[in-house]
């Protein structure tokens, strides 16, 4: 499965961003795709994730407590895509953005894209 990532950029505090990660290869082994962040001298964090639903229950979605609210993760299955919609930016989500994918069956998200940079100014 490769990944390829979008959308970073340089944006004002409380604007927004939409970041794009498109997957390729093996997809159809994909269970669930998401975000995760890792901002300058701190660990890779989750952001968002959403996993996929079957055939008796809807897909499900988990964020980090600090983008509740703020920030957004849907799919075009068509096009292979999953969103993240970054509404009320702040300075503290400057990080790069990692998209990232878990195959069903694997307990751990094994495939990556390229980081995207997410810089908000003050």
């Known amino acids: 499965v490769q990944l390829q990532a979008f959308g970073g950029g340089l944006v004002q505090a409380g604007g927004s961003l939409r970041l794009s990660c498109t997957a390729s290869?093996?997809?159809?082994?994909?269970?669930?795709m998401g975000w995760y962040r890792q901002a300058p001298g701190k660990q890779r964090e989750l952001v968002a994730v959403?996993?996929?639903?079957?055939?008796?229950?809807?897909?499900?979605?988990n964020y980090a407590d600090s983008v509740k609210g703020r920030f957004t993760i849907s799919r075009d299955n068509a096009k292979n895509t999953v969103y993240l919609q970054m509404n009320s930016l702040k300075p503290e989500d400057t990080a790069v953005h990692y998209c990232?994918?878990?195959?069903?069956?694997?307990?751990?998200?094994?495939?990556w894209g390229q980081g995207t940079l997410v810089t908000v100014s003050s």
């Open positions: 990232a994918a878990k195959m069903r069956g694997d307990s751990e998200y094994n495939y």
């Open positions: 290869g093996s997809i159809l082994r994909i269970n669930a």
């Open positions: 959403r996993t996929t639903g079957t055939m008796l229950t809807d897909d499900s979605t």
